[in-house]
């Protein structure tokens, strides 16, 4: 009877740990970010060319979306 107890016990425990380890936003967030920022520095050691090309990726799409945002708010200033 105590076994049984204490597997269910576990089994709870278990079960509230993936709830929260789900619902809990803020500890997703450092997780992930780890695991980019540790899968970048690992690309950089690797291939630092396709790191230089992902940043510059980003970097044009960034300007670009700023480019697009600045030229409409000038041209509905126009109007």
């Known amino acids: 009877m105590r076994a049984k107890a204490a597997d ?9 740990d993936a709830i929260e380890y789900k619902f809990n936003i803020p500890k ?5 970010r780890r695991r980019l920022s540790r899968a970048l520095h690992e690309l950089g050691e690797e291939n630092g060319l396709a790191l230089i090309g992902i940043a510059l990726g980003a970097a ?7 480019w697009f945002g600045a030229n409409a708010i000038v041209q509905a200033r126009e109007k």
Not at 8 to 16: E, I
Not at 28 to 32: D, M
Not at 60 to 66: C, L, S
């Open 8 to 16: 269910a016990r576990a089994a709870l425990a278990s079960t509230l």
């Open 28 to 32: 997703q967030l450092r997780i992930t």
């Open 60 to 66: 044009t799409v960034v300007g670009t979306v700023v």
